[in-house]
């Protein structure tokens, strides 16, 4: 077995990890400098679960905290020259899964006073909203610099519930309230970036927004998370050789085989090829292909979309949805195939300008295989179990 030349940064998402400790890291720290460019200051990115968007934004924390030397050799090098040190708010709610609303109010309490102690101060306060403010003011107040605000996974404490009206309506509300002094606190902050799976369009945090950049299906950052044909060609190309050596093919044959089993997302109209991360790390790491994203388990919100609208096998490939269809919110959904794209099963497979529509398909065979492998489990007529399916968290 040919020996492995990067180290693979499996199960890690933390930039400054990645880089103090030699881990292969992609560099997509050139779209960080083409927001600064822009001024862009207020950003939402969806993708599927476990495609990068957590370490994009442990990225920019670390860039807004102006960690330098975690950064040489990088894009953002070229770009930058002052790296002023801001104060950084990271908020992942990818821990509140499952939670009802007193469990999802503790969640936000606690991690409001990890950032209170870390900036000195006991609140009087009890409404996160309200606690959230003071946070942001005192923050820019003791370091003279403008607040960088990140929400990872915004919609993790809504997605499970989806289904459930009463719940949903309950969860809905504390977010809609936590997120709600964003805008208010326009003049403390200095850019802030939200990422999640889909688009909860009457969450405040889209309706009050409203400058709110949603670059998700734009082509130049059609590959912001992800990885590239180049990408993979190029710093990847020794282990994509090694795996073939211990698959006993050629390099071209081993790329060819990593493309039809991880590559095909497009998340644009005239989108870049993109590989999953991470199915393809783990391929590369341990030489050998398997179903890796696909095997780590299925939303449960996304079993009970599948049911709720007696999806079949016939139903998926190959189908058109208009461009309106991608706005809208899971709540509001008509038909399961938002939500197949938005979570990465389905994905873009061409554009129709003249009626403003997209084909929809699945990106590639380990999603293929393994979706047709879970429908069949959930209508076998012998009602077997599709727990294991499920992705088991919080």
Not at 172 to 179: E, G, V, W
Not at 306 to 313: D, F
Request: charged share 25%; net charge negative; aromatic share 14%.
């Amino acid at each position: 077995m040919a020996e492995i030349v990067n180290k693979y940064p499996v199960g890690i998402q933390t930039f400054g990890v990645i880089r103090e400790e030699g881990y292969l890291y992609v560099d997509k720290t050139k779209y960080i400098a083409d927001f600064r460019q822009k001024g862009m200051k207020y950003i939402f990115l969806s993708r599927p679960r476990r495609f990068g968007k957590s370490l994009f934004a442990s990225t920019l924390q670390a860039y807004f905290e102006g960690r330098k030397e975690l950064f040489e050799g990088l894009a953002i090098a070229d770009y930058e020259k002052d790296w002023v040190k801001h104060p950084v708010l990271h908020f992942d709610m990818s821990g509140a899964k499952h939670f009802d609303g007193e469990r999802l109010e503790r969640y936000l309490a606690d991690m409001l006073e990890e950032q209170e102690i870390i900036w000195g101060y006991t609140t009087h306060q009890e409404d996160a909203n309200l606690r959230l403010k003071d946070l942001v003011k005192r923050a820019c107040e003791q370091t003279g610099e403008k607040v960088v605000v990140i929400i990872d996974e915004y919609d993790a404490p809504l997605l499970d519930v989806v289904h459930e009206k009463d719940n949903l309506s309950q969860l809905r509300r504390i977010m809609q309230n936590f997120y709600s002094p964003l805008k208010m606190l326009d003049p403390y902050i200095e850019f802030c970036f939200i990422t999640g799976i889909t688009k909860f369009s009457q969450l405040s945090i889209f309706s009050e927004l409203n400058n709110l950049d949603n670059i998700s299906m734009f082509d130049q950052y059609s590959a912001i998370c992800g990885i590239s044909k180049t990408e993979l060609t190029s710093v990847m190309k020794p282990d994509v050789e090694a795996l073939g050596k211990a698959l006993g093919v050629s390099y071209e044959e081993c790329l060819e085989e990593l493309r039809q089993y991880y590559d095909g997302y497009h998340f644009s109209e005239y989108s870049e090829d993109v590989f999953n991360p991470f199915s393809l790390i783990r391929a590369l790491s341990g030489q050998k292909i398997g179903a890796y994203w696909f095997g780590s388990g299925t939303p449960s919100y996304l079993i009970k979309g599948l049911q709720k609208y007696h999806v079949n096998v016939t139903d998926i490939e190959q189908k058109s949805v208009s461009v309106d269809d991608f706005d809208v919110s899971p709540e509001q959904m008509t038909s399961a195939l938002p939500l197949l794209y938005q979570s990465g099963y389905l994905t873009i497979k061409q554009y129709k300008p003249f009626t403003k529509s997209y084909k929809l398909g699945y990106p590639n065979q380990e999603v293929k295989i393994g979706m047709e492998k879970l429908l069949a489990v959930i209508y076998d007529s012998t009602h077997r179990t599709i727990s294991d399916w499920i992705i088991k968290e919080g």
